[in-house]
């Protein structure tokens, strides 16, 4: 703990640090806005004899930012909030999609590509997660029995990292040999089941390692936009040995000012999350999730071209 506690101060004095040796003088510029969007889709079934039920699934999405750009430096912040639910014939309501993260990102370039770089990215869950299973009963027949498995801060990841970036146009990458993860499983509960990889008499996991982080926003032509964020991180105490990734792709296709379509996948792989695989067998797997939106979006803020 005390290893992580260091590394997120030494951040912060950095950060000071960095900004202190910018001329104060100079011209800084910041872009904010917003943007707010709503995913809806229904099918009502009667007498169908294709069969199947009927659906209605619900999405939100809230997304803020705040970027300065002053001389040789950029301080980039974002928050998105993403809550998404549904239901399938007469169940009820479902999650089916819940995320808060939290970015920072401070670069001053040295030279025309490369510079240093202070990092942190926070994630976890606005509501509860339950997990569905079919279970036998003795007489006959199977019910559907909930398992409570996930809630706000149970888990919650904090990454920091302190290196050097090298960036072009549209992309930047940042290595960072001083970096630490906290896991929180703030939950008492879940955190006596050793969840997430925490100790069962603790409801925080620290780590010191390093990290890798790509960053991609392209045009891919108009008005299809490509981004992606990869970010990897490696504890030292496992001697590198072990490597947790969070990787996201996101493809937008703006249709008008108010209507656009998304698709987003997320690839998670970490050793300290154990998963009920399909073969029967618990421990550490793939995750994959890949989402198809189409909705309204409505940006509000700085409409200057991102550089």
């Known amino acids: 703990m005390k290893r992580n506690l260091l590394t997120f101060i030494s951040f912060l004095l950095f950060i000071n640090l960095l900004q202190a040796q910018t001329d104060t003088t ?37 997304g803020l930012y705040a970027n300065m ?65 079919e279970v036998e009963l003795p007489g006959g027949g199977t019910e559907e029995v909930a398992t409570f498995i996930s809630e706000f801060m149970s888990p919650g990841y904090l990454n920091t990292n302190i290196g050097f970036s090298y960036t072009i146009p549209h992309f ?46 392209y045009d891919l032509m108009e ?6 964020n990869f970010l990897a991180f490696t504890d030292y105490s496992d001697g590198l040995e072990e490597i947790d990734i969070n990787w996201e792709v996101q493809f937008i296709f703006q249709v ?12 998670i792989y970490d050793e300290d999350i154990n998963i009920n695989r399909e073969d029967g067998t618990v421990g550490p797997a793939t995750q994959f999730k ?7 979006v409505y940006n509000i803020g700085d409409k200057r071209k991102k550089e």
């Open 69 to 133: 750009k002053r001389d040789k430096s950029t301080w980039d912040n974002a928050l998105d909030i993403t809550y998404g639910q549904a239901r399938l014939g007469d169940q009820d309501f479902r999650k089916t999609d819940d995320q808060l993260i939290l970015k920072s990102l401070y670069n001053r370039l040295l030279n025309k590509r490369w510079g240093f770089a202070a990092g942190l990215d926070f994630r976890t869950q606005l509501d509860e997660g339950l997990s569905f299973r």
């Open 223 to 228: 008005n299809v936009k490509f981004k992606t």
């Open 26 to 62: 100079s011209q800084e510029l910041w872009r904010k806005g917003a943007n707010f969007g709503l995913n809806f889709s229904q099918v009502e079934l009667e007498n169908w004899a294709g069969g199947g039920e009927s659906s209605i699934s619900v999405t939100g999405l809230v």
């Open 290 to 296: 890949g989402v198809l939106n189409i909705g309204v």
């Open 172 to 217: 930047k990458a940042v290595i960072s040999p001083l970096a630490s993860k906290l896991t929180f499983v703030l939950n008492d509960e879940l955190a006596a089941q050793g969840a997430y990889g925490v100790d069962s008499t603790e409801n925080i996991r620290s780590e010191a390692g390093a990290s890798l982080n790509l960053i991609a926003d």
């Open 256 to 267: 008008n000012k108010y209507i656009n379509t998304t698709i987003t996948t997320q690839l």
